[in-house]
């Protein structure tokens, strides 16, 4: 999956009203209560789902069923992060569940706080930094909070003591050089020995590569996505794959997935549909990529469905050689409405293929199955859970999508609950250069951020084409940033085109520079609102936003085409010729995709080496100096609602309610009790 995470610049300074709406009628945008919690640098967010009320009662039920099954995963996101991932967060919650001493001393809150930004990381590594949390309470506080506890509410393996289980998680959590980063993307070094991820255990980088080099025959125009579902581990000095699978890695969590997708089928809106849940549920007891490429075929195709999902392996993000998937699922539904925006852009994807400013030796010649929709999430789950992204594109193979085509999802009720919570802030004031960008933004900048998302993912992602020959995986650990940044160019590229207003999707020809904006003010200086002094830019969203930003000032500089300007000692970015900037996204867009068409490796290597990874250290200082007096948090996650079935006194189902009031501690409490099956260690 292609996902789109939204930078988020802003948090909210808004109390709504109160949460006493009725069960399963959606409360209106006033008198919902989106702000759930504030702890470290995050704040959690409900979000909305309108239009459930008005589904079928077969529909409600197979959101019901899905939903289930996208909690199932759970367990297997934070086993990937890492293997002591499990161990810890039951730890924790096991003391905070059951610990009898004061709990209101700042230690008991520091490690509180530690056991939230676990849940909202799935694991002990920052979603987005990536680098390991540092704790605020002792290693002897720990262990006697540890102590406390009936060590039977423990994760304890076989003979072990409450002593010897304290001896060895300690320095995973405590000490920085043991796993210090959950995935590395630092240039020469060993990216697998050097990841704290479970993907990889006792093997190096190449030997990672050469195994998975040896499987692939250049000449298969149908690749299977090598290593996709497995761990590599060596067993008696050999290397060998444990697959994702009934009966292999994962077993028990699978299992149940599976139960509640074969409930789902029995209610699927059509044949179509049933027939994709039923090849997904062979794909997770064979763990047969074959059969993953005949459902990824089947699901892209499928676009009668109003009901829709993801669920499974997917993402290749947290891996730095960009094979193995990370567990995630969303379940959602068709906004219907909304979801006219999306089909002007899709029923146009050759004109903007064919006008994209790209060598025509990139383009594809036929445009392919490129569909879009804006949808209405209902669940998060894994990997999109807390932390969400905004848009998504499937599948990834390459020449599925060249064949088959690809599907896009804008996911407008999580950008609903972001604008909400952003209303009043003070973000704008502190770090925007004038009234005319502020007012801008404040006109425009709802319909061009949820507008560049449509076209980041639903012709960004599935544009170009890779050249025969070219290894879809040649850019490494390279490729992600690349790709991302592709699609952002191509959306902004053509957000600034005349043709989005002819075509009624902009009010006019002024909309465009609100994202223009905010995207190089962004990617220049206020991202780094997310990143620790002295660190580099990791994250390959950031990497990319940075990436574009950089490029088009240093490119432009020469016409000042972009600039930093300084007033009461504060920097702005002042953009002074909207049309240039549109020009220089056009030329970097034509040179990122020749290397993605190419597999030129060192070509995106000098570009994100260059202009993404490095930061200006006197900026950096200034910008989270003005960042912390507006008290904001800048990430966000979610609390997913409950689903509830109702049913009459012989048992058979009436309806399926929705609630909004779960709160964030409760929720992931509630998940681990109810969804929490594998094993401490995998």
């Not at 999508?401 to 609950?417: F, M, P």
């Not at 068409?597 to 989270?624: C, I, M, P, Q």
């Amino acid at each position: 999956m292609k996902k789109l995470i939204l930078f988020l610049m802003i948090s909210s300074l808004i109390a709504c009203g109160g949460n006493k709406q009725k069960e399963n009628a959606t409360p209106s945008v006033e008198d919902f209560n989106y702000s759930v919690d504030k702890f470290a640098d995050v704040e959690i967010l409900r979000y909305r789902v309108p239009g459930f009320e008005k589904l079928s009662l077969k529909q409600k039920e197979m959101i019901y069923y899905l939903s289930q099954a996208a909690i199932e995963g759970r367990d297997i996101l934070y086993d990937q992060n890492n293997k002591y991932n499990l161990s810890i967060r039951r730890i924790l919650e096991a003391v905070y569940e059951n610990y009898k001493g004061d709990r209101d001393a700042e230690p008991f809150k520091q490690l509180t706080t530690y056991l939230k930004r676990v849940w909202m990381a799935n694991g002990i590594h920052h979603h987005y930094s990536e680098d390991k949390f540092t704790p605020a309470f002792s290693t002897s506080y720990f262990a006697e909070t540890v102590k406390s506890i009936d060590p039977a509410k423990l994760p304890l393996q076989q003979g072990e003591t409450v002593d010897q289980l304290i001896a060895r998680i300690s320095p995973v959590i405590f000490d920085p050089t043991v796993y210090p980063k959950r995935t590395n993307q630092a240039d020469g070094v060993d990216l697998i020995l050097t990841s704290a991820n479970n993907y990889y255990e006792g093997v190096t980088q190449q030997e990672a590569e050469d195994f998975y080099t040896k499987m692939k025959n250049p000449r298969d125009s149908t690749p299977i996505s090598y290593g996709l579902n497995s761990k590599l581990m060596k067993e008696n000095g050999k290397i060998v794959e444990k697959t994702y699978k009934i009966g292999g890695m994962y077993s028990k969590a699978l299992s149940r997935v599976v139960g509640w997708l074969e409930k789902a089928a029995e209610v699927a809106e059509n044949d179509k549909q049933r027939d994709i849940i039923n090849t997904l549920i062979r794909f997770n007891q064979t763990g047969d990529l074959k059969t993953f490429d005949e459902y990824c075929i089947k699901w892209v195709q499928d676009l009668t469905s109003q009901v829709d999902f993801v669920n499974g392996f997917t993402e290749t993000y947290a891996d730095p050689l960009g094979l193995k998937a990370s567990w995630e699922s969303i379940v959602n539904f068709k906004n219907i409405e909304a979801t006219k925006r999306t089909e002007i852009i899709s029923s146009n994807a050759q004109w903007f293929e064919d006008n994209s400013p790209v060598d025509k030796n990139f383009k594809k010649e036929k445009v392919k199955g490129v569909s879009a929709k804006v949808i209405t999430v209902a669940m998060l789950g894994g990997d999109c859970y807390p932390p969400t992204p905004i848009g998504i594109n499937l599948p990834n193979a390459n020449w599925i999508r060249a064949e088959y085509g690809s599907k896009s999802v804008t996911i407008e009720n999580i950008t609903e609950a972001y604008d909400q919570v952003a209303m009043g802030n003070g973000f704008n004031e502190e770090f925007m250069w004038s009234d005319e960008e502020r007012n801008r933004a404040k006109e425009y900048a709802s319909l061009t951020n949820n507008l560049h998302t449509d076209l980041h993912e639903c012709l960004g992602h599935g544009s170009g084409k890779l050249l025969p020959g070219t290894d879809p995986n040649a850019l490494k650990a390279y490729d992600s940033t690349i790709e991302e940044a592709r699609a952002d160019l191509f959306g902004l590229y053509y957000i600034g085109d005349p043709k989005l207003v002819e075509l009624g999707l902009l009010p006019n020809n002024e909309a465009f520079k609100a994202e223009y904006y905010q995207f190089l003010m962004n990617g220049m200086m206020t991202q780094l609102t997310r990143i620790k002094p002295g660190k580099n830019i990791e994250e390959a969203h950031m990497r990319n936003r940075q990436l574009i930003a950089n490029w088009v000032y240093e490119n432009g500089k020469a016409e000042k085409v972009v600039e930093f300007r300084v007033r009461d000692g504060k920097s702005f970015v002042v953009v002074n010729d909207y049309n240039k900037v549109r020009i220089l996204f056009g030329k970097l867009l034509a040179e990122i995709q020749r290397i993605k068409s190419t597999g030129d490796f060192n070509g995106g290597r000098d570009l994100v080496e260059k202009y993404a990874v490095k930061v200006n250290s006197d900026l950096h200082k200034e910008v989270l100096a003005r960042y912390e007096k507006l008290n904001l948090a800048p990430y966000k996650g979610f609390v997913n609602p409950v689903y509830t079935l109702v049913t009459d006194k012989k048992g058979k189902i009436k309806d399926v309610t929705v609630s909004y009031t779960e709160n964030y501690v409760d929720q992931n409490l509630r998940y681990s009790r109810e969804y929490s099956k594998l094993p401490n260690y995998n």
